[in-house]
């Protein structure tokens, strides 16, 4: 399994990186499960198609997206799509920031989970 990494380089440019999760085997035979995550919370997030021009993540959060599409562009240039089912850390807190857009005309449900500092 694995995430994709929102980050600020030292120069302040925004990168994606696809992060592994090591897994492990889970208690019961019921599959994997990696080591815990410190969170502070869950937020629920529902959004209608959006567009948010260039800014910084808030704070170090997993972006859990259960429906609907999120598009990023971080500030190399590059360009990703995120479905339902897909996880984003974003944690570009400082330098150029992102771009980000709901696509797909529909209700964008997701999952915002603050990281423990």
Do not use: C
Not at 2 to 22: L, Q
Not at 55 to 72: C, D, I, M, S, Y
């Amino acid at each position: 399994m694995k995430y994709t990494r929102i980050y600020a380089d030292p120069g302040g440019e925004s990168h994606f990186e696809d992060v592994e999760i090591e897994m492990k085997d889970a208690p019961y035979n019921t599959g994997a499960i990696s080591e815990m995550f410190a969170a502070r919370g869950v937020m629920f997030r529902v959004s209608p198609d959006y567009f948010v021009d260039w800014h910084h993540a808030p704070r170090r959060q997993f972006v859990v997206n259960v429906t609907g599409t999120l598009e990023v562009t971080v500030s190399d240039g590059t360009t990703r799509s995120f479905g339902p089912g897909t996880v984003l850390l974003a944690e570009d807190l400082s330098g150029k920031g992102h771009r980000s857009r709901g696509i797909g005309g529909g209700e964008r449900i997701s999952l915002f989970i603050p990281l423990a500092d």
